[in-house]
Protein backbone atom coordinates (compact mmCIF):
# COMPACT_ATOMS: atom_id res chain seq x y z
CA UNK A 1 0.00 0.00 0.00
CA UNK A 2 1.25 3.10 -0.77
CA UNK A 3 0.45 6.63 0.06
CA UNK A 4 1.05 9.81 -1.75
CA UNK A 5 0.06 12.43 0.88
CA UNK A 6 4.05 13.42 2.35
CA UNK A 7 5.53 16.41 0.51
CA UNK A 8 8.71 14.39 0.18
CA UNK A 9 7.04 11.54 -0.89
CA UNK A 10 5.14 12.95 -3.51
CA UNK A 11 8.86 15.20 -4.75
CA UNK A 12 10.16 12.12 -4.81
CA UNK A 13 7.56 10.55 -6.93
CA UNK A 14 7.54 13.20 -9.58
CA UNK A 15 10.91 12.62 -9.95
CA UNK A 16 11.26 9.04 -10.47
CA UNK A 17 8.01 10.33 -13.09
CA UNK A 18 9.90 12.73 -14.54
CA UNK A 19 12.86 10.79 -14.61
CA UNK A 20 10.91 7.97 -16.34
CA UNK A 21 9.47 10.53 -18.81
CA UNK A 22 5.85 10.38 -17.76
CA UNK A 23 3.27 13.59 -19.12
CA UNK A 24 1.94 15.64 -16.77
CA UNK A 25 1.60 13.43 -14.20
CA UNK A 26 0.96 15.41 -11.97
CA UNK A 27 -2.06 17.25 -12.98
CA UNK A 28 -3.67 14.44 -14.59
CA UNK A 29 -4.46 12.34 -11.34
CA UNK A 30 -4.30 14.89 -9.27
CA UNK A 31 -2.07 12.87 -6.94
CA UNK A 32 -1.60 15.34 -3.83
CA UNK A 33 -5.25 14.51 -3.03
CA UNK A 34 -5.23 10.98 -4.35
CA UNK A 35 -4.54 8.03 -2.26
CA UNK A 36 -3.31 5.40 -4.64
CA UNK A 37 -3.38 1.96 -3.61
CA UNK A 38 -1.96 0.16 -6.59
CA UNK A 39 1.40 -1.86 -6.06
CA UNK A 40 4.59 -0.55 -8.17
CA UNK A 41 5.50 -4.50 -9.23
CA UNK A 42 8.68 -3.39 -8.55
CA UNK A 43 9.66 -7.40 -9.72
CA UNK A 44 7.26 -8.05 -12.38
CA UNK A 45 7.19 -8.07 -15.60
CA UNK A 46 8.54 -5.22 -17.87
CA UNK A 47 5.77 -4.04 -20.49
CA UNK A 48 6.76 -5.35 -24.35
CA UNK A 49 5.11 -3.14 -26.34
CA UNK A 50 5.28 -4.10 -30.51
CA UNK A 51 1.97 -3.44 -31.52
CA UNK A 52 -0.02 -1.18 -28.54
CA UNK A 53 -3.37 -3.37 -29.60
CA UNK A 54 -5.25 -2.56 -25.69
CA UNK A 55 -8.15 -5.21 -24.60
CA UNK A 56 -10.64 -3.43 -21.53
CA UNK A 57 -12.44 -7.09 -20.73
CA UNK A 58 -15.57 -7.11 -18.33
CA UNK A 59 -14.22 -4.18 -16.42
CA UNK A 60 -15.73 -3.30 -13.28
CA UNK A 61 -14.78 0.00 -11.26
CA UNK A 62 -16.02 2.52 -8.86
CA UNK A 63 -13.24 5.13 -7.10
CA UNK A 64 -15.73 4.19 -3.71
CA UNK A 65 -17.93 0.80 -2.87
CA UNK A 66 -20.92 1.99 -3.02
CA UNK A 67 -20.92 3.50 -6.00
CA UNK A 68 -19.64 1.99 -9.77
CA UNK A 69 -18.39 3.87 -12.59
CA UNK A 70 -17.96 1.22 -14.77
CA UNK A 71 -19.62 -1.88 -15.41
CA UNK A 72 -18.95 -5.00 -17.33
CA UNK A 73 -17.46 -2.94 -19.81
CA UNK A 74 -15.32 -4.78 -22.68
CA UNK A 75 -13.46 -2.77 -25.68
CA UNK A 76 -10.82 -3.99 -28.12
CA UNK A 77 -8.75 -1.07 -29.33
CA UNK A 78 -6.39 -2.18 -32.52
CA UNK A 79 -2.91 -1.75 -32.35
CA UNK A 80 -1.79 1.50 -34.48
CA UNK A 81 -5.83 2.56 -34.65
CA UNK A 82 -7.14 6.05 -33.59
CA UNK A 83 -9.62 6.04 -31.87
CA UNK A 84 -12.50 8.32 -30.03
CA UNK A 85 -14.63 7.50 -26.42
CA UNK A 86 -17.03 9.80 -27.04
CA UNK A 87 -20.28 10.58 -24.46
CA UNK A 88 -21.98 12.09 -21.65
CA UNK A 89 -20.09 14.02 -19.24
CA UNK A 90 -19.70 11.94 -16.17
CA UNK A 91 -19.96 8.30 -18.24
CA UNK A 92 -16.96 7.29 -17.08
CA UNK A 93 -14.08 8.23 -20.62
CA UNK A 94 -10.89 9.67 -18.04
CA UNK A 95 -11.92 7.03 -16.28
CA UNK A 96 -11.11 4.47 -18.73
CA UNK A 97 -7.71 6.36 -19.38
CA UNK A 98 -6.48 6.30 -15.55
CA UNK A 99 -7.17 2.50 -15.46
CA UNK A 100 -4.86 1.96 -18.45
CA UNK A 101 -2.34 3.61 -16.73
CA UNK A 102 -3.09 1.60 -13.71
CA UNK A 103 -3.73 4.78 -11.37
CA UNK A 104 -6.43 2.92 -10.14
CA UNK A 105 -7.01 -0.76 -10.37
CA UNK A 106 -10.16 -2.76 -11.06
CA UNK A 107 -12.67 -3.96 -8.90
CA UNK A 108 -13.25 -7.08 -11.67
CA UNK A 109 -11.95 -7.91 -15.38
CA UNK A 110 -9.13 -7.69 -16.63
CA UNK A 111 -6.78 -4.56 -18.54
CA UNK A 112 -3.98 -5.81 -21.40
CA UNK A 113 -1.71 -4.08 -23.55
CA UNK A 114 -0.43 -6.69 -25.87
CA UNK A 115 -1.86 -9.63 -24.46
CA UNK A 116 -0.06 -8.88 -21.28
CA UNK A 117 -2.26 -8.19 -18.45
CA UNK A 118 -1.12 -4.68 -17.01
CA UNK A 119 -2.04 -5.72 -13.30
CA UNK A 120 1.22 -8.03 -13.22
CA UNK A 121 3.25 -5.76 -15.22
CA UNK A 122 5.96 -3.54 -13.37
CA UNK A 123 4.88 -0.12 -13.12
CA UNK A 124 7.49 1.96 -14.88
CA UNK A 125 7.69 0.14 -17.57
CA UNK A 126 3.55 0.76 -18.04
CA UNK A 127 3.65 4.57 -18.05
CA UNK A 128 6.54 4.76 -20.20
CA UNK A 129 4.90 3.38 -23.06
CA UNK A 130 1.84 5.91 -22.61
CA UNK A 131 1.87 9.44 -22.90
CA UNK A 132 -1.28 11.62 -21.91
CA UNK A 133 -1.90 15.24 -23.05
CA UNK A 134 -4.78 15.59 -19.84
CA UNK A 135 -7.87 17.61 -19.52
CA UNK A 136 -6.55 20.65 -17.57
CA UNK A 137 -2.84 21.28 -18.07
CA UNK A 138 -0.92 22.21 -15.44
CA UNK A 139 2.62 22.96 -16.43
CA UNK A 140 5.99 22.97 -13.80
CA UNK A 141 7.27 26.53 -12.64
CA UNK A 142 10.24 26.18 -15.18
CA UNK A 143 10.86 27.89 -19.10
CA UNK A 144 8.30 26.51 -21.95
CA UNK A 145 11.60 24.95 -22.97
CA UNK A 146 11.46 22.81 -19.68
CA UNK A 147 8.20 22.12 -20.04
CA UNK A 148 8.33 20.32 -23.16
CA UNK A 149 11.39 18.41 -22.53
CA UNK A 150 10.13 16.98 -19.21
CA UNK A 151 8.83 14.63 -22.41
CA UNK A 152 11.76 12.82 -22.78
CA UNK A 153 14.84 14.14 -20.90
CA UNK A 154 16.90 12.22 -23.53
CA UNK A 155 15.51 14.76 -26.03
CA UNK A 156 17.84 17.40 -28.20
CA UNK A 157 16.92 21.29 -28.23
CA UNK A 158 15.87 20.46 -31.95
CA UNK A 159 13.74 17.98 -31.17
CA UNK A 160 12.11 19.83 -28.45
CA UNK A 161 11.66 22.91 -30.97
CA UNK A 162 10.76 20.03 -34.01
CA UNK A 163 8.11 19.56 -31.07
CA UNK A 164 6.78 22.25 -30.01
CA UNK A 165 6.24 23.07 -34.22
CA UNK A 166 4.25 20.13 -34.40
CA UNK A 167 2.51 21.48 -31.61
CA UNK A 168 1.69 25.03 -32.95
CA UNK A 169 3.84 26.67 -30.15
CA UNK A 170 6.74 27.68 -32.07
CA UNK A 171 5.94 30.55 -33.59
CA UNK A 172 4.21 32.13 -30.27
CA UNK A 173 6.87 30.88 -28.43
CA UNK A 174 9.43 32.58 -30.86
CA UNK A 175 7.49 36.10 -30.48
CA UNK A 176 7.99 36.17 -27.02
CA UNK A 177 11.27 38.18 -25.69
CA UNK A 178 12.36 35.51 -24.13
CA UNK A 179 11.51 32.92 -26.67
CA UNK A 180 11.64 29.50 -25.19
CA UNK A 181 13.87 30.51 -21.81
CA UNK A 182 10.18 31.93 -20.93
CA UNK A 183 8.97 30.95 -17.34
CA UNK A 184 5.68 29.88 -17.36
CA UNK A 185 4.96 31.33 -13.83
CA UNK A 186 3.30 29.17 -11.00
CA UNK A 187 1.14 26.34 -12.59
CA UNK A 188 1.57 27.27 -15.98
CA UNK A 189 -0.67 30.57 -15.01
CA UNK A 190 1.39 33.10 -17.46
CA UNK A 191 -0.03 31.08 -20.26
CA UNK A 192 -3.55 30.83 -21.90
CA UNK A 193 -5.36 27.92 -21.91
CA UNK A 194 -4.83 26.85 -24.97
CA UNK A 195 -1.03 28.14 -24.82
CA UNK A 196 -0.74 25.69 -21.49
CA UNK A 197 -2.71 22.95 -23.90
CA UNK A 198 0.03 23.40 -26.57
CA UNK A 199 2.45 22.89 -24.34
CA UNK A 200 1.23 19.82 -22.84
CA UNK A 201 1.03 18.33 -26.49
CA UNK A 202 4.43 18.91 -27.45
CA UNK A 203 5.81 17.30 -23.91
CA UNK A 204 3.37 14.53 -25.22
CA UNK A 205 4.61 14.26 -28.91
CA UNK A 206 8.32 14.26 -27.62
CA UNK A 207 7.48 11.78 -25.75
CA UNK A 208 6.74 9.53 -28.77
CA UNK A 209 5.38 6.64 -26.49
CA UNK A 210 3.58 3.93 -28.52
CA UNK A 211 0.33 4.84 -26.74
CA UNK A 212 -0.72 8.15 -26.66
CA UNK A 213 -4.23 9.33 -24.95
CA UNK A 214 -5.75 13.11 -25.68
CA UNK A 215 -7.99 13.97 -23.22
CA UNK A 216 -10.15 16.84 -24.41
CA UNK A 217 -6.66 17.63 -25.64
CA UNK A 218 -7.77 20.82 -27.64
CA UNK A 219 -11.00 22.11 -25.79
CA UNK A 220 -9.16 25.39 -25.11
CA UNK A 221 -8.18 25.97 -28.61
CA UNK A 222 -9.47 28.36 -31.62
CA UNK A 223 -10.86 26.51 -34.70
CA UNK A 224 -7.90 27.78 -36.34
CA UNK A 225 -5.40 25.96 -33.54
CA UNK A 226 -7.29 23.40 -33.20
CA UNK A 227 -7.50 21.87 -37.15
CA UNK A 228 -4.07 22.31 -37.01
CA UNK A 229 -3.31 20.08 -33.68
CA UNK A 230 -6.06 17.92 -34.91
CA UNK A 231 -4.04 17.37 -38.57
CA UNK A 232 -0.60 16.84 -35.82
CA UNK A 233 -2.17 14.05 -33.65
CA UNK A 234 -3.32 12.18 -36.62
CA UNK A 235 0.11 11.88 -38.33
CA UNK A 236 1.35 10.65 -34.91
CA UNK A 237 -1.66 8.23 -34.89
CA UNK A 238 -0.07 6.84 -37.82
CA UNK A 239 2.29 5.41 -36.37
CA UNK A 240 0.91 4.75 -32.80
CA UNK A 241 -2.46 3.48 -31.08
CA UNK A 242 -4.16 6.57 -29.94
CA UNK A 243 -6.89 7.21 -27.95
CA UNK A 244 -9.07 10.69 -28.43
CA UNK A 245 -11.49 11.66 -25.53
CA UNK A 246 -13.74 14.52 -27.24
CA UNK A 247 -16.68 16.13 -26.17
CA UNK A 248 -17.15 18.04 -29.50
CA UNK A 249 -17.87 14.77 -32.70
CA UNK A 250 -16.90 16.99 -35.45
CA UNK A 251 -13.18 16.88 -34.18
CA UNK A 252 -13.11 12.97 -34.57
CA UNK A 253 -15.44 11.96 -37.42
CA UNK A 254 -12.74 10.20 -39.13
CA UNK A 255 -11.14 8.10 -36.14
CA UNK A 256 -10.94 4.56 -37.01
CA UNK A 257 -13.27 3.50 -34.20
CA UNK A 258 -15.57 5.49 -32.21
CA UNK A 259 -17.34 4.03 -28.85
CA UNK A 260 -20.17 5.61 -27.25
CA UNK A 261 -20.19 5.38 -23.01
CA UNK A 262 -23.19 6.00 -21.28
CA UNK A 263 -23.29 5.17 -17.36
CA UNK A 264 -19.93 3.22 -17.73
CA UNK A 265 -21.59 0.84 -19.86
CA UNK A 266 -20.58 0.82 -23.77
CA UNK A 267 -23.59 1.44 -25.63
CA UNK A 268 -22.59 1.94 -29.35
CA UNK A 269 -19.74 1.61 -31.23
CA UNK A 270 -18.39 2.08 -35.08
CA UNK A 271 -16.83 4.62 -37.45
CA UNK A 272 -18.89 7.95 -37.66
CA UNK A 273 -20.81 6.59 -40.97
CA UNK A 274 -21.94 3.52 -39.47
CA UNK A 275 -22.92 5.02 -35.79
CA UNK A 276 -24.72 7.65 -37.62
CA UNK A 277 -26.83 5.24 -40.04
CA UNK A 278 -27.32 3.03 -36.48
CA UNK A 279 -29.33 6.52 -35.61
CA UNK A 280 -28.62 5.84 -31.43
CA UNK A 281 -27.19 7.72 -28.88
CA UNK A 282 -24.40 8.82 -31.32
CA UNK A 283 -26.47 9.75 -34.01
CA UNK A 284 -28.58 11.92 -31.21
CA UNK A 285 -25.67 13.82 -29.98
CA UNK A 286 -24.25 14.82 -33.70
CA UNK A 287 -27.91 15.68 -33.92
CA UNK A 288 -27.72 17.98 -31.50
CA UNK A 289 -24.17 18.82 -31.87
CA UNK A 290 -24.90 20.33 -35.78
CA UNK A 291 -27.74 22.54 -34.93
P1 LIG B 1 -16.19 14.40 -18.62
O1 LIG B 1 -16.63 14.26 -20.04
O2 LIG B 1 -17.03 15.37 -17.85
O3 LIG B 1 -14.72 14.63 -18.47
P2 LIG B 1 -15.93 11.55 -18.11
O4 LIG B 1 -16.83 10.75 -18.98
O5 LIG B 1 -14.50 11.62 -18.49
O6 LIG B 1 -16.53 13.00 -17.91
P3 LIG B 1 -14.97 10.54 -15.60
O7 LIG B 1 -14.04 11.67 -15.33
O8 LIG B 1 -14.42 9.24 -16.00
O9 LIG B 1 -16.08 10.96 -16.66
O10 LIG B 1 -15.86 10.35 -14.31
C1 LIG B 1 -16.82 9.33 -14.19
C2 LIG B 1 -17.49 9.48 -12.83
O11 LIG B 1 -16.52 9.19 -11.83
C3 LIG B 1 -18.03 10.86 -12.54
O12 LIG B 1 -19.29 10.72 -11.94
C4 LIG B 1 -17.04 11.46 -11.59
O13 LIG B 1 -17.65 12.33 -10.69
C5 LIG B 1 -16.48 10.25 -10.88
N1 LIG B 1 -15.07 10.45 -10.48
C6 LIG B 1 -14.05 10.80 -11.30
N2 LIG B 1 -12.89 10.89 -10.63
C7 LIG B 1 -13.19 10.57 -9.34
C8 LIG B 1 -12.41 10.45 -8.16
N3 LIG B 1 -11.09 10.66 -8.15
N4 LIG B 1 -13.05 10.10 -7.02
C9 LIG B 1 -14.38 9.86 -7.01
N5 LIG B 1 -15.18 9.94 -8.10
C10 LIG B 1 -14.59 10.30 -9.25
Redesign the pocket.
Known amino acids: MMQIFMPLNFLGFVYREIKGSLTNIENMF?LL??ETSVSRNADGKRLDVSHGAIAFENVTFG??KE?T?LNNLSLNIKAGSKVAIV??????????T?LLCRFYDVTNGEIKIDEQPISQLELDSLRKVIAVVP?DTVLFNASIFDNIHYGNLAATKEQVIAASEAANLKTFVESLKEGFDTHVGERGLKLSGGEKQRVAIARALLKDSPIMIF??ATSALDSHNEEAIMRTIKQVARHHTAIM?A?RLSTVTDADHIFY?EQ?QLVEEGTHQQLLEKNGHYAALWRSQSQ
Open positions: DKVYARIGPSGSGKSTLKQDEIHLG
